[in-house]
């Protein structure tokens, strides 16, 4: 394990915060074709090349705070889960567990995500109705839920905003399973070859392009379902949606979307997680740049 320790609360609250930000805002227009690549609607019926921003106000809003959720639930649960194998190599007489991390990255990642789909489940209903052409504007979308309630009840509007919840945890879970081990894994080799407790930023953003692309690949049929669950006018359960899909559609369809995902991934994952590292190092170091001037007080 790295001798690097793991971000300050605040520090992976900014960070995240910071990344999630840049990367929905930079890559929006990919988001939105792979949406309407999967539409049930058709490409040109969810609006084609047109209108490639709309819907964004929605991921303006929910972007910071849900990147931040999970960062900070996967910073905390990575460092929990280290301290408690480190004590536990200590009364085992110093025997060493290599193995159980990329366990604990997996296991964190999966708690982050969990975290995160509180405030991007309810974002990406909105976004990806407007995104889809079935409204304006992510604001005329909420409008259309909420205006919902005279028939639903609040509980019932509750529910249609967390349509898709399931398959959304469906769909994070593997696919953090599989970035974030692999990002980490890659850091800490590179950290052993160069002797540094630190990794770069340019260095942590390409090692998360690989492994983000990798795992949106293989998790392309999850994000399928996920996105016709959000867009159906019905609610409609995860194992009925996909018998439909391959009944009118064939298996091909799970995998519309596959090109805009995997390269809008790919680079949100080299923005992402390099804009992170970048912020992480910055604020590590005015940290331990105060610590310094602290303890030279006295």
């Not at 995500?113 to 976004?127: D, I, L, Q, S, W």
């Not at 898709?164 to 950290?191: A, N």
């Not at 999850?222 to 391959?246: F, G, N, S």
Request: include cysteine; aromatic fraction near 8%.
């Amino acid at each position: 394990m790295s001798s690097q320790s793991s971000p300050a609360f605040t520090t992976a609250l900014l960070s995240g915060a910071l990344a999630g930000t840049t990367v929905d805002l930079s890559l929006y227009p990919l988001d939105t074709l792979k949406t309407r690549l999967q539409s049930s609607s058709g490409f040109l019926a969810s609006g084609g090349f047109s209108g490639i921003y709309r819907g964004v106000g929605s991921a303006i809003i929910g972007s910071a705070p849900g990147a931040a959720l999970f960062f900070c639930t996967y910073e905390y649960s990575k460092s929990f889960l280290a301290a408690r194998r480190q004590a536990n190599q200590i009364t085992d007489g110093g025997f060493m567990r290599e193995w159980e991390a990329p366990l604990e990255h997996m296991l964190a990642a999966s708690l982050g995500e969990v975290a995160a789909c509180a405030v991007r489940v309810p974002t990406e209903v909105v976004k990806q109705r407007a995104q889809a052409n079935q409204h304006a504007s992510s604001l005329l979308a909420l409008r259309a839920i909420l205006s919902q309630h005279r028939g639903i009840g609040v509980s019932g509007v509750w529910m249609e905003m967390y349509r898709g919840w399931s398959v959304t945890i469906m769909r994070e879970v593997p696919f953090t399973v599989i970035q974030f081990p692999l990002w980490e894994s890659m850091k800490e080799y590179r950290r052993r070859k160069s002797g540094k407790d630190e990794i770069g930023a340019l260095e942590s953003g390409l090692f998360g392009s690989v492994a983000g692309a990798i795992a949106a690949g293989f998790t392309t049929p999850l994000d399928v379902l996920k996105t016709r669950m959000m867009l159906a006018k019905e609610k409609t359960a995860v194992i009925p949606l996909l018998r439909e899909i391959l009944r009118t559609s064939g298996p091909g369809a799970l995998f519309s979307g596959i090109l805009p995902r995997i390269l809008w991934i790919s680079a949100g994952g080299a923005i992402f997680l390099g804009s992170y590292q970048a912020v992480s190092n910055a604020l590590t170091e005015r940290r331990s740049n105060i610590d310094k001037s602290n303890e030279n007080r006295f």
